[in-house]
Nanobody
Framework: QLQLVESGGGLAQPGGSLRLSCAAS????????IGWFRQAPGKEREGVACISRSGSSINYADAVKGRFTISRDNAENTVYLQMNGLKPEDTAVYYCAVRHRVFSTCVLSNDRGEYAYWGQGTQVTVSS
């Protein structure tokens, strides 16, 4: 049974950095597009970054471009989100998600429910 566990969240100061990890068990991530999403209080969940199976295709939301970096280590069955230059508006619960294997493109939307598996989320708070 697939389990996704996010870690690495916490409190950071504006301008600071955090590195989120998404570790999978019971499932091999190699054949799946992985996405990071976030949801702030009172706001809809939004896509932050996604990475293709091989890592050759990556997309970022405009709000995080140039500050966040998504990567994957298929040998470790883990996906990472390096967050630099954090801003208070980055405060949210961050989730990793696995797109259904039939889809190979990296997209930041889950409007059609194509991200089939989700972690429990990790809280990121950016505040001075």
């Amino acid at each position: 049974q697939l389990q996704l566990v996010e870690s690495g969240g916490g409190l950071a100061q504006p301008g600071g950095s955090l590195r989120l990890s998404c570790a999978a068990s019971g499932y091999t991530l190699d054949y799946s597009v992985i996405g990071w999403f976030r949801q702030a209080p009172g706001k809809e969940r939004e896509g932050v970054a996604c990475i293709s199976r091989s890592g050759s295709s990556i997309n970022y939301a405009d709000a995080v471009k140039g500050r966040f970096t998504i990567s994957r280590d298929n040998a470790e069955n883990t996906v990472y989100l390096q967050m630099n230059g954090l801003k208070p508006e980055d405060t949210a619960v961050y989730y990793c998600a696995v797109r259904h294997r039939v889809f190979s493109t990296c997209v930041l939307s889950n409007d059609r429910g194509e991200y089939a598996y989700w972690g429990q989320g990790t809280q990121v708070t950016v505040s001075s």
